[in-house]
């Protein structure tokens, strides 16, 4: 995310959000080594056959002096740096009745670096578990990258700051005589005419006020569905217009929560402005764990550019959501949510992988 700001304003909010996913597939190779015993009494390695499909063949190089049985990689092309394209393997094997001497994905690093090494004293401890018809038979499980794709999302804000023009069919007066709204118990003094450019709803709500200047002064006006210090906010806006901005020193949390108020307060009142300079704070502050609940103030309050912004997010980490129970209640209470989710455009780039060693 890069932000720049002018006198404390946002200009530029440039977000940039990107999910590498790696398609994968594994390869399952089985090498079954018959009358084992002898082939250890007289050789010193063991070529096996060629994994299907790849370019290399695993070895088996014997260590008397250690005792030790070791498998490595055996490359069947002149640039095995390039060539062999292995993630993580995990090995074990096959006993008379179970998989013995399993390991965990391991990293694959270098070629001579063994994959797996077995202790042929402990073989031949347990003869009876470890070779069936004294076969040794070892199992691979290799996983290799097939595809790499970078999932992009970006969203470039420019807020370029305007005079408030006036709408059409407001109150005029050209007196600037102040109203009153009672709110929560608290008083706010506003200018009238201001209060009706910045607000439709507000220039309805006034359109009936009396004209007599004495009892206007008089008249307070209660509003009961909102917030006081929400409501202190909408007039900080009515006063500041493309001025306003919320800069305070306090916590993200509770920073989020005002934004997330004042962009329901500004759908209440109709203040277009504000709501879309809300929804651009807003996105700021999506992550994975709270995008369902945006999601639903966005939709709520009819908040377009929040709502697209969101169901990009929630496509480009899909993976992660889909099983959640929010995702989950949200599809069941409404399934359309998904198809539009699956339709949101998100940039595609191929990456190249090619396995080095070292």
């Known amino acids: 995310?890069?932000?720049?700001?002018?006198?404390?304003?946002?200009?530029?909010?440039?977000l940039h959000h990107s999910r590498t996913k790696c398609y994968t597939k594994k390869i399952n190779f089985v090498w079954s080594i018959g009358n084992f015993w002898n082939i250890c009494n007289f050789m010193d390695t063991l070529t096996s056959s060629n994994v299907k499909e790849e370019s290399y063949k695993i070895d088996m190089c014997i260590n008397r002096e250690d005792s030790k049985l070791y498998f490595f990689i055996n490359s069947t092309v002149p640039n095995p740096k390039e060539q062999i394209n292995i993630n993580r393997y995990k090995i074990y094997i096959q006993g008379t009745t179970e998989a013995l001497l399993c390991t965990n994905w391991q990293r694959f690093h270098d070629f001579n670096e063994p994959l797996y090494e077995v202790c042929s004293k402990t073989v031949r401890l347990n003869e009876t578990d470890y070779l069936p018809n004294n076969t040794l038979s070892v199992h691979f499980t290799f996983e290799s990258y097939t595809n790499i794709v970078h999932f992009n999302m970006y969203e470039n804000i420019i807020d370029m700051y305007q005079s408030i023009n006036a709408r059409n069919n407001f109150v005029s007066d050209?007196?600037?005589s102040i109203v009153t709204f009672l709110v929560e118990g608290k008083r706010f003094h506003v200018n009238k005419s201001l209060a009706c450019a910045t607000s439709p709803v507000f220039n309805k709500m006034l359109k009936n006020c009396t004209k007599d200047a004495e009892e206007e002064a008089k008249q307070e006006i209660e509003i009961n569905?909102?917030?006081?210090?929400?409501?202190?906010?909408?007039?900080?806006y009515?006063?500041?217009?493309?001025?306003?901005?919320i800069d305070f020193d306090i916590d993200k949390i509770l920073k989020q929560n005002i934004w997330l108020h004042l962009l329901a307060a500004a759908h209440r009142f109709d203040i277009s402005d504000l709501k879309v300079k809300c929804e651009k704070y807003l996105i700021e502050f999506i992550t994975k764990e709270d995008a369902i609940i945006f999601l639903d103030t966005a939709i709520n309050n009819n908040a377009l550019y929040l709502t697209n912004y969101i169901k990009k997010f929630i496509k480009l980490h899909m993976d992660d959501l889909r099983c959640t129970t929010k995702f989950l209640e949200k599809i069941q209470i409404s399934p359309e949510i998904l198809d539009d989710i699956n339709n949101q455009k998100l940039s595609e780039e191929n990456a190249l992988y090619i396995k080095y060693n070292n």
């Open 174 to 176: 050209e007196s600037d």
């Open 238 to 245: 009515i006063e500041k217009g493309n001025l306003f901005d």
């Open 225 to 236: 569905d909102i917030k006081s210090d929400i409501f202190q906010l909408i007039v900080f």
């Open 1 to 14: 995310m890069y932000t720049t700001k002018k006198n404390g304003l946002l200009m530029k909010h440039i």
